[in-house]
């Protein structure tokens, strides 16, 4: 069988990479991914389990004192070299992210894969400039903070955002100086394997990143439960999270979470409409699966009226179908078993009493995997459809009358990722943004993160927080060196 699938016209190696070389599953098993744009076969994948987990973790433990050895510098250099190999491949890599998870290709372009490069040349810097802290004497002894590199990493991404997940967590864990085996979600996992491609070019030793393909706990278990993992970076949803935690606790593996929300975006009384109503759609990106989605849409009585009937006009002006168009708004969600899931949130929530004011229905007509993007009123903050994460081009508007009022129902959920204010006064911003729970705040703005800042979730949404500093301070084992100084040299302090 031939293990190289031609994607948009462009050749992608199915196999794992490990050890610096492709290999089949040891059992010959493999997986078809599907596109979602009309569901046809694009790749038959290799199906790792535990074998390869083993393989894969074992070539990260040999390359480990090797990598962790070489200079901040060149580790440095060989970032950037990877940055330059995802920017000359930009193209290839929307196309193929594209048709493989159903983002639109105008923003995988403009806006993804130039981030993707963007993360590997921010934390190459950012282990060259930043990553120090200034020396301090105890009396007559000097301590020295330094970051170490831990070991190997396992590395587990979602398909919604396949390349940008993980090269937000490939390039802290290398510029670190630690080895990774990537996992990448089954229904996306194509990109990865371009970038293992792009790794080795730049220049990456073997072992030093390796990816293992496969399908959820069959080739993720293994992976986390591997007693020579030092670090478990994932990001996912709540349930596998679970999994992932207990796993890791038999070792005691440091893991950061990154998880699911259902996050609230507040339209206060003094709010600019145009602007909430922009940012309202904007919700709808990627068909509503978005981690970060401001799902819940809570507007205050005086203003909920107007603001809904400039919501339903713009939100029906979007235009649904092949993210590949340039004039698409919507493209298609991921696989049949999420539109089936979203489709079900929404008839609950239509039997138990709510109103679908725009939406609320599959869109056939494009094909088996479009939602209609779909506002729901009418639900009590109870509601399955306002407390869970539905993962779909889906929003619901509750209205409130107080800021207490707005402030409970925003952070009345088990989630706590972010949250969006809206308003026209930045002292009625503050009280606000103040008392809310989530690891990321917006007002008048949504989605800009800037790499320096913290980034993770609160409650269930997660834990541990990644980024800048803090990506280094998770991925690193920091140490403090005590040495008395000239005057004070003892052996016992
Ligand atoms: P998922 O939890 O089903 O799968 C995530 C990854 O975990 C996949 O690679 C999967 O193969 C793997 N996996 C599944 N079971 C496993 C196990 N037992 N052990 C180890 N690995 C296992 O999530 P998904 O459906 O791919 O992604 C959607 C979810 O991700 C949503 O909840 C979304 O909110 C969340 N997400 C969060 C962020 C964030 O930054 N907080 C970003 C993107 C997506």
Redesign the pocket.
Known sequence: MSHTATVAGIPVDTRHWIGGRRVASASGATFTDHSPIDGAALAEVSRGGAEEADAAVAAAKAAFPGWAATGPAERARILHAIADGVEKRLEELAQIETLDNGALLRSHRRGVMPRVAHNFRFFADWLTNELSHPDFDTNTRRNHVSWDPAGPCVL??????PLM?ESWKVAPALAAGNTVVL?????SPLTASLLADIAHRAGLPAGVLNLVQ????E???P??EHPDVRRIS????????R??AA?AAANLTPTSL????KSPLLVLADADLALAVELAVEQYDNAG????AGTRLLVHESVAAEFTRRFVERANALVQGDPRDPATDIGPTIHPRQLERVDGFVRRAIAAGGTAVIGGSPRHDLGDLYYRPTLLTGLPQDAEAVQE?I?GPVLTLQTFASDDEAVALANGTRFG?AATVVTGDRKHADLVTGRLVAGTVWVNCFYVRDLRAP???SRQ??AGREGGTWSFDFYCDIKNTVTAQEAGWTRHG
């Open positions: 587990i991404t979602p398909w919604n955002a997940m996992k990448p979600a089954e229904w496969g399908y959820g706990a080739a993720g278990r992976l986390v994932f990001t996912g949803s709540v349930p596998t999270a999994h992932i796993a990154e998880l699911g929300g699966q978005v981690c970060l994460e993962f990722l980034f993770g979730g949404s997660g």
